[in-house]
């Protein structure tokens, strides 16, 4: 089963597209860093002008310890709130990237089952139980790339849960060492 001209060319158009495409989400992806970083730099910078008054404002010991006391919670959740929007760059980017992969993935595995199925119904007499144990090894190796599918996408929930769960964590715990802080003065 040989391939015409026309039938490489479009195969070539195609990969050309997919790979324009994926640079464009790259791309995006680096855009939105960018800007996230950006406005986490200009909220850093007000808040350390803010927090330097602050300070300076203290007139003894105690005012001081309030003030720093005051400063970890809206850090913490400011630094999750920063975990949380790169995360969701990273996981969007990496999602349209999945989701290339696996167009192309099938597309092959489609072509693929073609070629099987041409070259079983051109196999000379006899051949019949070749033929069963290449379709056989075919669907074998379909089940294990599906298999293989489902577990990443379920690993990749669980990693998204736990990032959730311990960004989570760690705002309370800043938010309770600043109430104790608080409740010993």
């Not at 809206?74 to 989701?99: Q, V, W």
């Not at 298999?147 to 960004?167: H, L, P, R, Y």
Request: hydrophobic share 45%; aromatic share 4%; no cysteine.
């Amino acid at each position: 089963m040989a391939l015409t001209p026309d039938q490489i060319l479009a195969a070539h158009k195609a990969n050309l597209e997919t790979l324009l495409g994926l640079t464009n989400k790259a791309f995006e992806g680096v855009e939105k860093l960018v800007e996230l970083n950006v406005a986490a730099t200009r909220a850093a910078l007000s808040d350390v002008s803010a927090n330097t008054s602050a300070v300076l404002d203290a007139k003894n010991a105690q005012d001081l310890m309030s003030v720093q006391s005051g400063l970890l919670q809206p850090m913490a959740e400011k630094t999750a709130a920063y975990s949380r929007h790169l995360y969701e760059i990273a996981a969007a980017t990496s999602l349209e990237f999945s989701k290339a992969f696996e167009n192309k993935a099938v597309e092959a595995q489609s072509k693929f089952n073609e070629f099987v199925d041409t070259a079983a119904k051109n196999a000379p007499a006899g051949s019949e139980s070749a033929v069963a144990v290449m379709k056989t090894a075919v669907a074998a190796a379909n089940n294990a790339y599906d298999s293989v599918q489902k577990a990443v996408k379920q690993a990749g929930e669980v990693a998204e849960t736990n990032f959730n769960t311990i960004t989570n964590n760690a705002v309370k715990a800043a938010g309770n060492v600043s109430a104790a802080t608080a409740k010993r003065r």
